[in-house]
């Protein structure tokens, strides 16, 4: 009687927790799903009472004048500019990000530490305080209009070395570099052909996190980007919003197309988004 008691509470408990996840994740996903609903319709029908809950039939009218009709925003360009900008990013933290994590985790040097708790120490600063003498360098170094005051900057982030190193420090054992050393392998070699290969858990969330880091940039390129053709989506979105009068078919169709990438990468990734979190994080 006992045990199936001690049963009952167990499927009551389980039962408990998957209506509770349930529910968050129906908190969390209803925003994109009623965003989609209402690009699918047009502007007479987008804001009736009650709230419109399917799909309408305007989508692809509200794509149409998005992409070919209006001539604000040449939002084709900025949706390119937002892809090049961010995989270029990407590449590029990865690769240095990597490195800088792998030289702190693995070798030996005097003032290691300072460095580390000096790259830790910028995380504490909110970004928005460097703004006004981040901009005078990049019009000092003439990056205005530039995608390079966008992508050089972050390319050895403190957030980005700061994972690597963690993550290397704990899933690439020392024994097999020492043998990659005695067998007359270069550190370069080492760094190529075995802790990339290694560490690519890692690599992934490093690349997932600055890919929508960089795609939902916005105030980074409205400040460094003022011309429209070479800015980046977010900022065409904004300028968008600010010049269609009312024409919000058009705003959310050009949200919704917006928050693709990111939607397709949460759940291409999401395995290895996990799996890279938790393979380092704890000592064993």
Same mark, same amino acid.
């Given at each position: ?54 799909? =309408? ?42 490195? =800088? ?22 995380? !504490? ?53 020492? !043998? ?18 290694? !560490?690519?858990?890692?690599? =992934? ?7 929508? =880091? ?71």
């Amino acid at each position: 009687m006992k045990k199936i008691s001690t049963r009952g509470q167990n499927l009551a408990k389980t039962a408990a927790l998957y209506t509770t996840l349930v529910g968050l994740a129906f908190v969390f996903f209803f925003p994109f799903y009623y965003m989609f609903v209402i690009a699918s319709h047009p502007r007479e029908t987008m804001f009736r009472t009650p709230p419109n809950i399917w799909f =309408g039939g305007a989508l692809w009218d509200n794509i149409h004048r998005l992409l070919f009709v209006q001539e604000q925003v040449p939002y084709l360009t900025n949706y390119a500019n937002s892809v090049i900008i961010a995989v270029l990013t990407v590449l590029t933290t990865i690769f240095f990000c990597t490195m =800088g994590g792998f030289a702190l985790a693995k070798y030996e040097f005097r003032g290691k530490k300072f460095i580390f708790i000096f790259i830790l120490s910028t995380m !504490a600063f909110p970004p928005f305080l460097n703004i006004i003498p981040f901009y005078r360098m990049m019009v000092a170094f003439g990056w205005i209009n530039s995608w390079r005051a966008l992508i050089v900057p972050g390319m050895a982030n403190a957030m980005g070395i700061f994972l690597m190193r963690q993550y290397m420090e704990e899933s690439i054992p020392n024994a097999l570099l020492d !043998a990659a050393r005695i067998d007359g392998l270069s550190e370069f070699g080492i760094l190529t052909r075995i802790v990339f290969p290694l !560490a690519k858990p890692g690599m =992934g969330v490093l690349a997932i996190i600055t890919f929508v =880091g960089s795609w939902n940039n916005f105030l980074g390129a409205f400040i460094l980007l003022p011309n429209l053709r070479s800015t980046t989506l977010t900022v065409a979105l904004n300028t968008l919003n600010a010049v269609s009068f009312g024409e919000f078919g058009m705003v959310y169709a050009g949200t919704a197309l917006a928050i693709l990438p990111l939607l397709v990468i949460f759940f291409m990734a999401s395995q290895q988004f996990i799996s890279g979190l938790t393979t380092g994080s704890v000592k064993g």
